[in-house]
């Protein structure tokens, strides 16, 4: 079983910063990729950023240019600047991987909020 863990969402003014992470534990035995999706009220889910294994990253053009996502191990970290009031959504952890069992997974965090005031 796998475990997604993500913390640093809240409150933030628009065109300040927030860095949020996802730890991944369990039954681990390679990752893949992971990724950060977000979902505002009324929106589809839609994909922030990502980084393999091999620290590949991928960005969306909403935050191309204000987000920087990187890794330690099976912790990764978005930091996201310049926020707008647009980028309010509950921001949910994604991992591709494989475990221990050598099964492929995809396995999601609980969600955190990030709300932007302006």
């Known amino acids: 079983q796998v475990q997604l863990v993500e913390s640093g969402g809240g409150f933030v003014q628009a065109g300040g910063s927030l860095t949020l992470s996802c730890t991944a534990s369990?039954?681990?035995?390679?990752?893949?990729?992971m990724c950060w999706y977000r979902q505002a009220p009324g929106k589809q889910r839609e994909l922030v950023a990502s980084i393999s294994e091999t620290d590949s990253t991928n960005y969306a053009d909403p935050v191309k240019g204000r987000c920087t996502i990187s890794r330690d191990h099976a912790t990764v970290y978005p930091q996201m600047n310049s926020q707008k009031p647009e980028d309010t959504a509950v921001y949910y952890c994604?991992?591709?991987?494989?475990?221990?069992?050598?099964?492929?997974?995809?396995?999601w965090g609980q969600g955190t909020q990030v709300t932007v005031s302006s």
């Open positions: 369990g039954s681990i035995f390679r990752i893949r990729a």
């Open positions: 994604n991992a591709n991987l494989i475990t221990f069992e050598l099964y492929d997974s995809t396995d």
